[in-house]
């Protein structure tokens, strides 16, 4: 261990392992002075390991139906019971993210950012290590906010959340179908895009829009990126299906996710509130969003 003595600079390299626990003072041979035991800032001091930024998440294509809040209140959901703090955001205005996970929040994101509620009022826990946004109705109005700003209006989202991130490990940002004022604000926050495809070409005209918007927004930022083509509603059972899938990976083969499986309790566990892993743990459908959380965490070990 290397002290340093704060009055005459004088240095000394001592085995911290021979110093009794009940010394907190040392005296300088040099200068005969005293000062705290303790090393020398960034010289022989415990370090400890900087926080992860956290990671921003969009789940986003030009299409409803294709499960998007599915996927991202379960990915939210499944991130949060292996163990990390998860802020789940709900950017349409049918505000289903509360209904999936069976919470009435007194307020959501539109509150938040028009100030009408703190960030603690705004923010409702939902599950351990897992909060939500909620939107709902009251967004459609945000959104005429969003347009009547002269400057800035893309970065309304950004400027409400970066202040509270640091506070979580995942935001996770549910998109509503379609190209509006929330969708563009989306992603100017997220760096990363999750887009769930449906097994049907109608999904895949869809995903080819999605794209062509995404580009436009990469001319003025390019840290967003699409990262992961999650295919959904997969049935093994339709030729039709396994086609398209093929189709998909010869396409977008880097980016492909293992196919969420069609499973009947992934449409019922909304209806009682609850997500795939608390109604259905061990359906297909939980499985296969334990494997999404894998991935997208980079930890094969998680949940086994």
């Not at 800035?152 to 991130?165: H, S, V």
Request: hydrophobic share 35%.
């Amino acid at each position: 261990m290397l002290l340093i003595c704060p009055h005459c600079k004088q240095q000394y390299n001592i085995d911290a392992g021979k110093i009794p626990p009940s010394v907190k003072t040392v005296k300088c041979k040099n200068c005969g002075q005293q000062f705290p035991l303790q090393p020398a800032e960034g010289i022989g001091a415990p370090k400890t390991p900087p926080k992860q930024p956290v990671r921003r998440i969009g789940v986003c294509i030009s299409k409803g139906g294709v499960g998007k809040t599915t996927t991202s209140v379960n990915l939210a959901a499944g991130l949060a019971f292996a163990g990390f703090k998860v802020l789940l955001v709900d950017t349409d205005t049918q505000g289903q993210d509360s209904f999936v996970l069976g919470v009435k929040p007194k307020g959501g994101l539109t509150e938040l950012i028009t100030e009408e509620l703190k960030p603690e009022e705004a923010i409702f826990k939902a599950r351990e290590r897992l909060w939500l946004l909620a939107g709902g109705k009251s967004l459609a109005g945000l959104k005429r906010l969003i347009d009547r700003k002269d400057f800035g209006g893309e970065r309304t989202l950004a400027e409400a959340l970066e202040p509270l991130e640091n506070q979580y490990d995942y935001v996770i940002v549910d998109t509503s179908p379609g190209w509006d004022p929330l969708t563009v604000n989306v992603l100017f926050y997220v760096n990363e895009i999750i887009t769930p495809v449906s097994l049907e070409i109608m999904t895949l005209q869809g995903l080819v829009e999605f794209l062509k918007s995404l580009s436009a927004i990469q001319k003025h930022r390019k840290e967003v990126a699409l990262k992961y083509i999650l295919p959904t509603f997969h049935d093994q059972r339709v030729k039709k299906c396994n086609n398209i899938l093929e189709k998909i990976e010869q396409l977008y083969g880097h980016m492909l996710c293992k196919p969420i499986r069609h499973n009947v309790h992934l449409s019922e566990s909304p209806s009682v509130g609850q997500t795939i892993f608390e109604f259905a743990p061990g359906s297909t459908g939980a499985e296969d969003y334990r494997e999404l959380v894998r991935k997208v965490a980079d930890n094969d070990k998680l949940f086994r």
